[in-house]
């Protein structure tokens, strides 16, 4: 299943937020959306979620989602969202319920997705036993065990520190590897961006608006960390962006 946002724009109030948004996301790619401070990033995922409808345009999904998939659209947040009283486990085995799965084939998904997060070892661990990435491989794959078509991630490494982000980009490299996934991307970080993104849809500071879609053909497995050819990606991003994010930035502070 493909996503479309055909010439979507959105208002709150009087604030226009996005304006004419026009991009496909195909399945198998990770789309990253990248833009200044409250140019709308997150509303436009909430749209692609279904969470919100726009003021106009459309948001249509093409095709249908492949069997199995017991859920076509899920979130993967910043503030990764466990149930602190259930374990690994029993936080993964919650989106599975009322599927109609029997409680081997709940097992098999637990089973499956525990082992391409590498947290097999963990299943009976709380969250509060874990540090911040290995509960953000929770919340990845709680999001993988529903099959979803599309996994709609908002800042997903945002709250955490450089080294486990680099690690959990090294992870989601390899997960995508072993099986592609769809995914759409919100990140502030350009090196995010161009490590994990097949394409790179960069927004103008509010109203979003889309300044350029960057594609990068290079396979993820082959982007290494601190790659010259991503600085370059990386540099030409930040010279869409720069001048955006100061305005947006001064614009915040002043209002
Ligand atoms: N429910 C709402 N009601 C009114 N205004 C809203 C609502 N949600 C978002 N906004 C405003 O819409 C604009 C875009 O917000 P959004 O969170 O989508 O931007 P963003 O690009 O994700 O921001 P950031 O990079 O800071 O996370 C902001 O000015 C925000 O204040």
Redesign the pocket.
């Known amino acids: 299943m493909d996503l479309r946002l055909a010439n979507v724009s959105h208002t ?2 009087e ?1 226009e ?1 996005l304006r004419d948004i026009n991009l496909d996301i195909p399945s198998g790619q990770i789309v990253c959306i990248v ?1 200044p ?7 436009l995922l909430r749209m692609l979620g279904g969470l919100e409808q726009p003021t106009s345009g459309e948001v249509l999904q093409l095709g249908t989602p492949l069997a199995g998939c017991l859920n076509p659209l899920t979130y993967v947040f910043q503030d990764f969202a466990l149930l602190p009283w259930r374990s690994v486990r029993g936080n993964v085995a919650l989106v599975l319920e009322d599927h109609g799965l029997d409680a081997a084939a709940r097992a098999r998904i637990i089973d499956d997705v525990l082992t391409r997060t590498k947290l097999t070892e963990f299943a009976d661990a709380l969250p509060k036993q874990l540090s911040g990435g290995m509960k953000q491989r929770v919340a990845i794959a709680r999001a993988l065990a529903v099959n979803p078509a599309v996994m709609l991630m908002d800042e997903p490494l945002s709250a955490l520190d450089s080294q486990t982000r680099e690690l959990l980009m090294d992870d989601l490299i390899s997960l995508w590897t072993r099986q592609p996934f769809t995914a759409v991307y ?1 990140t ?1 970080n350009l090196a995010e961006a161009v490590r994990l993104g097949h394409k790179i849809v960069v927004l103008s500071r ?1 109203p979003g608006q889309i300044r350029e879609v960057v594609d990068l053909t290079t396979p993820l497995a082959e982007r290494a960390y601190g790659d010259a050819a991503l600085e370059a990606q990386q540099q030409h991003l930040w010279g869409l962006m720069r001048e955006e994010a100061a305005a947006a930035d001064a614009e915040l502070i002043h209002v």
């Open positions: 709150y109030g604030t937020v833009g401070s409250g140019c709308g990033k997150s509303t919100v502030h509010r």
